[in-house]
């Protein structure tokens, strides 16, 4: 059994920063790649970033490059979403989810490659 489960969201203004985290327990947590994704009311569900299981290997929506930043602790089974210069557009709610079968070098835009979702946390950022 895998649960995803993320934190950290809220109420924020306009240029703030937040953090998500996301922790996994079960045993598919490595090798493999997680990723963020983000759904505003009305919008079908976005990719945001994504990180490969060695930490180095990271990509991000163009709309977030620059102003977020993931990051991974594999001992801790944890991956963290540092939010920074908040925009009222990245309003949405925040899924962490857990690509079990990647394999490299690309990692993945697509959310039907990840296997595992969490349930979201609100992110609403206000002006």
């Known amino acids: 059994q895998v649960e995803v489960v993320e934190s950290g969201g809220g109420l924020a203004q306009a240029g703030d920063s937040l953090r998500l985290s996301c922790v996994v327990s079960g045993d598919t947590f490595s090798p493999n790649a997680m990723g963020w994704f983000c759904q505003a009311p009305g919008k079908e569900r976005e990719f945001v970033a994504a990180i490969a299981y060695g930490g180095r290997t990271v990509q991000y929506a163009d709309s977030v490059k620059g102003r977020f930043t993931i990051s991974r602790d594999n001992a801790k089974k944890t991956v963290v979403l540092q939010m920074n210069s908040l925009k009222v557009e990245d309003t949405a709610v925040y899924f962490c989810?857990?690509?079990?079968?990647?394999?490299?070098?690309?990692?993945?835009?697509?959310?039907?490659?990840?296997?595992?979702w969490g349930q979201g946390t609100q992110v609403t950022v206000s002006s």
């Open positions: 989810a857990v690509d079990r079968n990647w394999l490299g070098p690309t990692l993945m835009r697509d959310m039907r490659e990840y296997n595992y």
